[in-house]
């Protein structure tokens, strides 16, 4: 399968490191993460095998079904983990290894999103702390059709809203107080797109 050969960032081999000069945020991209083969390969293998579930989310008492689909991997050893959840495969675990040593963290849990049309998006929001801490760190991957990715500061009207094409294979880092100060989202379309999968990679930290 040849997919997404709208894009030249595969040429050089090499990951397209970008550090962004931006306050309250540690935001770093790194486009070409994955070899075009890998990419590939990963967005074909996670599109087919993944057990994709819709989810809820409930705001002012008002229970949505959120616009795209997800699922959840995590350590069966980290606190309160459900013992009977999906085990990490093989494909997940080499990603998450490929992110570990690049970024030089630990993660011990993955959400991944299904973004199966433009009709899928996600709304201005931030990471909640709950099981993860204030200020988690995420490290963002992405196979498929690309999308923009926005940020806007919280307090900051003079800081000008950022938007971040997310392409086939990149890393987004998103660490320091990015969650605290910044929001992002996803914006839906209406353009006759392909899908996108995203992997968020986080670290667990629930209190029991």
């Known amino acids: 399968m040849n997919l997404f050969n709208d894009t030249d960032l595969f040429t050089s081999g090499l990951p397209n490191k970008k550090i962004f000069d931006l306050p309250d945020t540690d935001l770093i991209l790194y486009e070409g993460f994955f070899t075009k083969e890998e990419s590939d390969y990963y967005y074909d293998i996670l599109l087919h095998q993944t057990k994709w579930n819709e989810a809820d989310l ?107 094409p997310l392409t086939h294979g990149t890393l987004l880092l998103m660490a320091g107080t990015t969650q605290t100060h910044w929001e992002h989202h996803i914006p839906k379309t209406a353009k006759d797109i392909l899908p996108r999968i995203n992997l968020t990679f986080r670290q667990v930290k629930r209190k029991l």
């Open 58 to 164: 409930t705001v002012y008492d008002k229970t949505h079904v959120i616009p795209r689909m997800v699922s959840w991997y995590e350590d069966k050893a980290n606190p309160g983990a459900k013992q009977d959840g999906q085990e990490w495969t093989p494909d997940l675990l080499a990603i998450k290894s490929k992110v570990e040593i690049e970024t030089r963290l630990r993660f011990n849990g993955v959400l991944l999103n299904l973004y199966r049309n433009g009709k899928d998006g996600v709304g201005w929001h931030s990471d909640r702390t709950e099981n993860f801490g204030p200020d988690q760190i995420i490290a963002s991957v992405s196979f498929g059709e690309t999308r923009p990715f926005r940020l806007r500061h919280k307090t900051r009207k003079d800081v000008p809203t950022v938007e971040i």
